[in-house]
């Protein structure tokens, strides 16, 4: 599971944005070792229980989340060269709107405060951020803890406390992809889209008539922008319930993946399927401990 592949002299010290030096190296590595699937030929290649009987090669898919423009603009030729399927789900509100997440303005602030003190005065009190640690993992532990804590309040206060963050914010900011860089990116055969709801809202938290709705306007404009109704789903920020499930099966989805941060077992169900996250801080040592499923 990635998110943003940028650049390496762009400097994003977020966790989610993976140099793209990084990234080549990793999709190579993957090449060799694994036999990367689509979604659709993962799902053929579970029903087929010979296959489950062991492979050279492990099979693994790359997914992407959100919909950022750098999927486009900077993986897609990587992987494109080295001719490796992927999935990117998308959250169309953001992709629509030219917008930004708040998670995404909450970390840009973050960032711009640098080495400094901030206090983050919400409905539930006041968080307390320090930029002081010399790692850049390390800052991005305390950014994490900060967002974890966002993530529990109402959603239209989240949106109060970017807006009022980003008032003084002057570093680079990511990007969505525009509707005509998604077209482009749906075009080349590698590539599947998936659904990824439409304004990226926490599943957990919505009754089924608002989940169905986003999930559906999501459909219609991914199919307007694509040509193709997804049939691929990812839980934002890997949040779910049972009924969540039931629900993204019923809206005729044939997976949905989740952040559950480990490989595959056949006992898993393919509306929960489990993901290794790769982020920023992940060197080739990581990302080979972690592909081997030894930090699970
Ligand atoms: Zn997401």
Redesign the pocket.
Known sequence: MYHEVLPDHLDIPSWLVVREARFRRQMRYLKRHFRILSMDAAVDYLATAANQVKARRPPAVITF??GYAGNFSCALPVLRALQLPFTVYV?TAMVAGGGRFWHDRIIAALITAGRGNLSIQTSAGTLEYSGRARLDARRWAGIESILTRLKNLPPAEREVIADRLDQDLKVPALRMMTPAELHELSRDKLVTIGN?THA?ELLDQLDSERATATILRAQTLLEEWTGRRPVHF?Y??GNYVGETAALVKRLGMATAVTGNPRTWVEADSLFEIPRIGIGRFDNLNLFRARMCGLLQ
Do not use: E
């Open positions: 989340d959100d959250s990824h990226h990812a934002p920020n």
